[in-house]
């Protein structure tokens, strides 16, 4: 443990002390551009250019994810929809989903608490089919 500390104290006090010689030395390292070495139309070309690419790109990536969300995901909203819902009990309704398909197990205690459980549950975004396994006490 004392060697461990150590290392970390003398990396610390060699960081400060580079950063130290680097401000107040004339060997610093300069951040600042130089005369007539930026060409501000350039730059603004080549920022749009960056900007424009990474909003394809990340389009692309929403549209994957969007069209591949996770099946806890798709879980998780039907059970908050039901939890939200004043019409169902969530606690007596198990929620299942294998590849985009919901299947919901439990017993509820009207046909209108099944059909808005069935209802919610094929809302969702997510959802291609939904499994009706429950039973009406």
């Known amino acids: ?4 500390r150590r290392t970390v104290f003398l990396a610390m006090l060699t960081a400060g ?3 130290a010689y680097s401000t107040w030395s004339d ?3 300069s951040l600042r551009a130089t005369a ?3 060409n501000p139309a350039r730059a603004k070309q080549q920022a749009e250019s960056l900007a424009s ?3 394809v790109k990340v389009g692309i990536a929403a549209d994957k994810l969007g069209n591949s969300m996770s099946d806890s995901a798709v879980t998780a909203k039907i059970k908050s929809k039901m939890a939200l819902d004043d019409h169902v009990n969530a606690r007596a309704i198990n929620v299942d989903t294998s590849a985009a398909v919901v299947t919901l197990r439990g017993n509820v205690a009207s046909k209108d608490q099944r059909d808005r459980a069935l209802r919610l549950a ?3 975004v997510g959802v291609a089919h ?3 396994r429950m039973q009406i006490k």
């Open 1 to 4: 443990m004392r060697v461990i």
């Open 17 to 19: 002390g580079v950063v």
């Open 27 to 29: 060997h610093s390292w």
């Open 36 to 38: 007539g070495t930026l």
């Open 53 to 55: 690419r990474a909003a």
């Open 122 to 124: 094929r809302e969702t």
């Open 130 to 132: 939904v499994v009706d």
